[in-house]
């Protein structure tokens, strides 16, 4: 299939995601819930017929870490707050730093312990299982809090989580990506990677990507501040999201979703400042991120298949259960530390309660899980996993949110 097929079977599914956002209103269900539901429909109804949708595995990874990931990060980015950012800091990088790397540990563990299969599902395979599983998404959850009136901090927290959380995720799932590739056709070999080099290139990825950022973004507002034209400068924003990403991934070999993150932090901060918060750049974002996480989870269920469920539903449920073991270990059990530190309020056990069931995992696992290139062997197991846990969470404990929400605020 051509091309403009492609483009037509895209804007087919964007035009389906208008259309199921009401329905999903009107009977409950989680709009990204309907919009995996349906892309399975979809796919399903297409290979029936003899249709070819043109979605091919092997430019999955390029789509998703170059068109998608950069729109998602930056969305999220702009719309923070720093002032408020900056009071709950120190919750707020436990959460998606220390605890992010924690939650990757146990989850890992727990898989390749549970499923038992060295050969099959090696390391390599279990950490970068955990990585992908340690993605957080609460933006159904934050919708929940604002309907019952109980955003405040604990929206705060989960929204700075998620956005530290999956630059942090991004970057380990990246490196040990790489990792894994150079060990194609070497089972096993990741015990013997130094990890001392990897932990080093991590801290300097990450925190290179951070300074990149902060640059391009304070240069690209500077140049939209000779601009009075509101257009220009919310296509400046554009420019900067992509620039900064591609500056620092592909030219200083540093982490384009940290700079990301940083532009845009910084550049939604300065026209907040300048402009306030109506000004149609935002709303531009608020498109661009509907369109994104709309095909993402499309995607998903369009690569959806039942032989996921019936040949790993064991590892799935194993997935399910590391996932919900790191998440409350890592809430109750670590993130009190933070009590420690001068004039940080400590965090109500109602609201721990509320931060557990919140941790939803969504678009950013689904677009690394659909990254991972099939040269390795364990892709199916992974993505697999991946597809179980999100899916449990969409049509499982996203509904039961609202009833924990009114218990525990």
């Known amino acids: 299939m ?77 719309k923070i707050e720093l002032n408020d950012l900056i009071g709950e800091l120190v919750p707020v990088l436990m959460l998606a730093i220390p605890l992010t790397l924690v939650t990757t540990g146990i989850i890992a563990t727990v ?88 932990i080093s290139r991590f801290l300097l990825v990450f925190f290179g990507g951070i300074v990149t950022g902060v640059f391009i973004g304070g240069v690209a507002w500077l140049f939209a501040r000779w601009q009075n034209n509101p257009i220009i400068t919310s296509v400046i924003t554009i420019i900067s999201a992509y620039m900064s990403f591609l500056v620092a991934e592909d030219f200083f070999h540093l982490s384009g979703v940290m700079s990301v993150l940083a532009c845009g932090i910084v550049f939604g901060e300065c026209l907040r400042r300048k402009e306030g918060s109506s000004h149609i750049a935002f709303e531009l974002w608020d498109v661009i991120g ?69 941790g939803i995992r969504g678009a950013v696992t689904l677009a690394l899980a659909l990254s991972i290139p099939i040269e390795l062997d364990y892709w199916y197991s992974v993505q697999s996993i991946a597809y179980g846990v999100v899916l449990f969470m969409l049509f499982i404990q996203t509904p039961l949110m609202p009833r924990v929400i009114r218990k525990y605020t």
Not at 111 to 116: D, P
Not at 129 to 157: C, E, F, H, I, W
Request: proline share 4%; net charge negative; hydrophobic share 55%.
């Open 111 to 198: 898989t390749y312990y549970a499923i038992g299969h060295p050969s099959g599902f090696p390391w390599i395979a279990a950490l970068i299982t955990g990585a992908l599983l340690s993605a957080t998404d609460p933006s159904s959850v934050v919708s929940m809090l604002k309907q019952n009136n109980a955003l405040d901090r604990l929206g705060l927290l989960l929204e700075g989580e998620s956005l530290f959380n999956d630059a942090t995720v991004i970057v380990l799932f990246s490196i040990l990506l790489s990792l894994a590739m150079a060990q194609v056709g070497n089972v096993g070999s990741v015990e013997n990677t130094d990890w001392g080099m990897a």
């Open 2 to 78: 051509g091309t403009p097929h492609v483009v037509l079977v895209f804007m087919a599914m964007l035009l389906v995601a208008i259309l199921v956002e009401p329905l999903a209103r009107k009977i409950k269900l989680p709009f990204s819930a309907a919009l995996v539901l349906t892309g399975f429909l979809m796919s399903e109804a297409i290979v029936a017929v003899g249709m070819d949708t043109g979605l091919r595995w092997d430019n999955f990874q390029e789509i998703i870490f170059y068109l998608l990931i950069p729109a998602l990060v930056f969305e999220s980015a702009s």
């Open 290 to 358: 509907y369109v994104t996480v709309a095909m993402l989870f499309l995607l998903a269920g369009f690569t959806i298949n039942l032989d996921m469920f019936t040949s790993h539903w064991l590892a799935i449920l194993i997935g399910i259960i590391g996932v919900t073991m790191a998440r409350a270990f890592c809430i109750f059990g670590i993130l009190p530390i933070t009590n420690l530190f001068p004039k940080i309020a400590p965090i109500s056990a109602g609201h721990k309660t509320i931060m557990t069931f919140g």
